[in-house]
């Protein structure tokens, strides 16, 4: 769900269709979805494909949002003040004049120029359709091997469904470790984790080419060194801003290929132009430079904030301190502010804790392992990051430590918040707490 | 486990036996164990009291601390740096002088003088061997009917635990709804579950007598109106400071009773007396009012604190925001801050916000309702409190209201908090935020 979707109808209850024109396009069928559930969906948790929908184009249109499905916007013209949109259906094109300009293009899946990689069973997925289509697939090769291309959020959330379905699952990855979001050190937990799963994890490989067999369809996943045979491929490489159109009419892009905005999500140098969601850079609050992160919670607050401001309100968005959460099987990961290497880049100089402790009172039944690290700023004691592995009830303890981090909290103040505890919840220490007593530890000892 | 308990160890790591000489005196037989813990093995989840058990006397011992079990402090002569003991064996009493005092002696429960409350078959729930007790009596009445007097933290589980007992229980309280540190508005949900499990709950109602049969034992527990028959009576009502010597020594007591400490938890106006654990009031950092809170997780703060100190460092306790979780079956509770009656109290003036959302992707298998309410101050915004009632993944939610309260964030700020999100963990906007959006409104609509 980007942050075209959310914004209209913010946008919509600031102001009156007397008021305010909305005109909506969207190159697709659909308008408002979940794309973070098409795992889910997938691995057969979600039944089907509606549950994942939002808000439905007749719903926009109830709210008098002129929406345009199947219209793709093929050029933004910033000094005239209007778009050109092509409707898919009979490919005719026409001029659109606007006041207000909102871009919600979002992102796209990264798809290497590899030899093989549009053959028959290999699979985005970005959309509903990529979920549709990866389904059919499974349908006609049930049982069979499935090779995930990318350890990142998609990559081992993929491995899971196509887990549950029956595969037998190979990861194969660039980094060292799965979920090189995390330091390799807390990779290790989760790459050792999906072992105990049955799920075969590739590290340090770059795939080479997909193979196919004599039909046309895929047959296995090729590196420098191996095959690997695989009845379906999925890919989750990550994805890339959609910024060619912004781009093209001139809009000011980051490092990472994503636009930048001020504060009120404002394209930086444009009084009239709004961006939000995936298409954007965001601002890191703990490095203090832009960063391009995908995720749904991200474009759901850019769409409010951008719906409050077109609609004549006020509201800005202050940054992201780059919390994440997920899960494969039983295993729960989590992960926010900085990794060693974040921290090298940004001139910060820090030291590391990692403890191991559980996610209830140690004697109460079923109390399972968390490991926690946390980075602190070497002489000021400031939080950087906190990184967890560990299973239920792990990774939304990340959510203390974002917090702490927003507020710029050292890990000594941190070893005396007033965390909930009651032996069905958390140890009397609770593991973030035991995570902050170490690093101030650590920061004590490495002195001045 | 109190603060005694953690702080031996902690002065001991920073001073050896040669520097610092530790003697440690303890009414019972046990040092330090979780009574938190001891619902959990009433009702079966836990197997044996040593589960319970986090350090014995010999592990206290190796790390050359002089323990002196059954023996009782009967006098504090603080002019005269000594203190008077009884060893409880032989009925002997000695003095014992001191450069440094620790008084760590915990909170008793509150056990009104009412007929019968000594009859065989009530029990409190305090310590190890009142635990022991009840189970000795449970296995003699089982599948008989239990009256649990008092619905606070202790009362509920106590509920769960003679419920997985096979007990008929019936909850008598006084408050118009169970969980009184919460509001009453969500004190009601909490009713309205416990009903769903088959809990009796009867408020508004004060217990007037406990009535015995012709053996002597309790038969029913009595009130105003009506007889509740009871094979088992469970007090719960809750704990007051056990601060008799401290008083009688002239050290200074608060308004409920505990023993008022600077931040570094030493005894007002004594520089060689520290003082932690349930005997103290602490700083409640929303109302700026000192408060009496017994719980496992600040005791043990407070040990490492004064150990740190004792031994010659350096380390404060800030103070409270008031976070407590619970669980009655499979419902989650938990509040931190100020409840509505609270605020009036520290004469703040504020807006209230309830909303519910759900504790996974509305499409997530398994996808549990949750409320959550929030105060926030009048015209600045700032988060008071919250409160949360949910299944699974609901309580320990509250731990990022705990920290936005120790910040003193508002909650226009909370509503763009970078927290964890993934479809099993959280919906695209975390219910915590909802209640901070709609908070937010109430702030703006009450204006100046």
């Known amino acids: 769900m980007g942050a075209g979707s959310p914004a209209q109808p913010q946008a919509r209850r600031m102001k009156g269709p007397e008021e305010l024109e909305i005109i909506a396009f969207e190159r697709g069928h659909f308008t408002s979805y979940s794309?973070?559930?098409?795992?889910?969906w997938v691995g057969g948790d979600v039944p089907g494909r509606d549950e994942?929908?939002?808000?439905?184009?007749?719903e926009?249109?109830?709210?008098?949002?002129?929406?345009?499905?199947?219209?793709e916007v093929t050029e933004l013209d910033v000094a005239g003040?209007?778009?050109?949109?092509r409707d898919l259906s009979d490919g005719t094109e026409s001029w659109t004049g606007f006041d207000k300009l909102i871009v919600a293009t979002g992102a796209r899946p990264v798809r290497p120029p590899l030899p093989g990689i549009d053959a028959p069973g290999v699979h985005g997925v970005q959309t509903l359709d990529d979920g549709q289509a990866l389904l059919d697939t499974l349908a006609a090769t049930e049982g069979g091997r499935a090779v995930v291309v990318g350890a990142g959020y998609i990559g081992v959330e993929m491995a899971e469904a196509l887990l549950k379905r029956g595969y037998e699952v190979t990861v194969v990855h660039r980094d060292e470790q799965p979920m090189s979001t995390l330091d390799p050190d807390m990779g290790r937990l989760v790459h050792a984790a999906m072992d105990g799963m049955g799920i075969t994890t590739v590290g340090s490989t770059a795939v080479s080419k997909i193979l196919t067999g004599e039909d046309g369809r895929v047959r296995a996943v090729a590196t420098e060194d191996a095959e690997y045979p695989a009845d379906v491929v999925v890919l989750g490489i990550g994805v890339q801003p959609e910024t060619a159109l912004a781009e093209a009419a001139g809009l000011p892009l980051g490092a990472y290929g994503g636009l930048l905005t001020d504060l009120s999500m404002r394209v930086r140098g444009h009084?009239?132009?709004?961006?939000?969601?995936d298409c954007v850079e965001v601002l890191d609050l703990v490095s203090g430079t832009t960063r391009?992160?995908?995720?749904?919670?991200?474009?759901?607050?850019?769409g409010q904030i951008i719906g409050a401001n077109?609609?004549?309100g006020y509201a800005t968005f202050p940054g992201v301190v780059g919390t994440a959460v997920s899960k494969v099987c039983e295993l729960e990961i989590a992960r926010t502010g900085l990794r060693e290497k974040d921290a090298h880049r940004a001139g910060l100089q820090f030291v590391t804790a990692t403890i191991e402790s559980t996610n209830s009172a140690g004697y109460y039944p079923g109390a399972a392992l968390m490991t926690v690290k946390m980075l602190a700023e070497r002489r000021t004691g400031r939080l950087l990051g906190a990184q967890i592995v560990g299973r239920e009830g792990a990774a939304k303890r990340v959510d203390i430590a974002a917090v702490a981090l927003t507020a710029g909290m050292t890990v000594e103040r941190m070893t005396t918040l007033d965390l909930g505890y009651a032996p069905p919840f958390s140890p009397v220490w609770d593991p973030v707490l035991v995570a902050a007593r170490k690093a101030t530890a650590a920061v004590r000892k490495a002195g001045v």
Do not use: F, M
Request: proline residues 4%; positive net charge; glycine residues 12%.
């Open 35 to 40: 794309a973070c559930g098409i795992p889910y």
């Open 52 to 58: 994942l929908i939002a808000r439905t184009p007749q």
């Open 60 to 71: 926009h249109r109830e709210r008098s949002i002129d929406l345009r499905v199947r219209t």
């Open 81 to 85: 003040q209007r778009v050109r949109a």
């Open 271 to 277: 009084e009239n132009i709004w961006a939000g969601g």
């Open 292 to 302: 391009h992160i995908a995720l749904g919670t991200h474009a759901n607050k850019h």
């Open 310 to 312: 077109v609609g004549g």
